[in-house]
């Protein structure tokens, strides 16, 4: 028999600051450092969650992608 595992909730969005891209063309929006970075977290839960070795690989890569995201909004923010 499988055990169950809780799958966390995921992030609160209410949280997250939403400014819109300078390309009004497409319609994009960026979220804020800390947006990326609730997610990351949710997505290393659901690694540590995760049964299947495949999908927990999956989930750390998201995670990584999210923070490297992250990150270079940080660093833009930081230089100007």
């Given at each position: 028999?499988?055990?169950?595992?809780?799958?966390?909730?995921?992030?609160?969005?209410?949280?997250?600051?939403?400014?819109?891209?300078?390309?009004?063309?497409?319609?994009?929006?960026?979220?804020?450092?800390?947006?990326y970075?609730?997610?990351?977290?949710?997505?290393?839960?659901?690694?540590?969650?995760?049964?299947?070795?495949?999908?927990?690989?999956?989930?750390?890569?998201?995670?990584?992608?999210?923070?490297?995201?992250?990150?270079?909004?940080?660093?833009?923010?930081?230089s100007?």
């Amino acid at each position: 028999m499988a055990s169950l595992v809780r799958i966390p909730d995921p992030p609160q969005e209410h949280g997250a600051v939403v400014f819109n891209c300078s390309d009004t063309n497409t319609g994009l929006h960026m979220h804020n450092s800390d947006y990326y970075r609730e997610h990351a977290n949710y997505y290393r839960l659901l690694a540590a969650a995760a049964e299947n070795a495949a999908a927990k690989q999956e989930f750390l890569e998201l995670a990584a992608a999210c923070e490297e995201a992250a990150d270079k909004m940080d660093d833009r923010r930081a230089s100007g």
